[in-house]
Nanobody, 120 residues
Framework: VQLQASGGGLAQAGGSLRLSCAASGRTFSSYYMGWFRQSPGKEREFVAA??????????YYADSVKGRFTISRDNAKNTLYLQMNSLKSEDTAVYYC????????????WGKGTLVTVSS
């Protein structure tokens, strides 16, 4: 599985950005997918995740982004998205997309990150 994140850049506080993650693999629809981020001097942290089982989509969010970020997926395009609204300076980080087996079992594939910088 290969993952390629894109869409990072510079945004002003209060602005929006949308990240994309293109995934390889024929069974993308079954993947548990997530976004993580790492700020300078900090450990990598969970941002959001999405599962797709039996046609039912379930999403999970860190408290720090709940209500501002939206994770989604297009299984036909093998693509994961992260819509980020009402950006804050503390959202500045390198964002990574990752694939997991299921929630609680960790992520087994990681893409290269994309840098998001939010200016205040």
């Amino acid at each position: 599985v290969q993952l390629q994140a894109s869409g990072g850049g510079l945004a002003q506080a209060g602005g929006s950005l949308r990240l994309s993650c293109a995934a390889s693999g024929r069974t993308f629809s079954s993947y548990y997918m997530g976004w993580f981020r790492q700020s300078p001097g900090k450990e990598r942290e969970f941002v959001a995740a999405i599962s797709w089982r039996g046609g039912v989509r379930t999403t999970y969010y860190a408290d720090s982004v709940k209500g501002r970020f939206t994770i989604s997926r297009d299984n036909a395009k093998n693509t994961l998205y992260l819509q980020m609204n009402s950006l804050k300076s503390e959202d500045t980080a390198v964002y990574y997309c990752a694939k997991g087996i299921s929630r609680g079992k960790g992520m087994d594939y990681w893409g290269k990150g994309t840098l998001v910088t939010v200016s205040s």
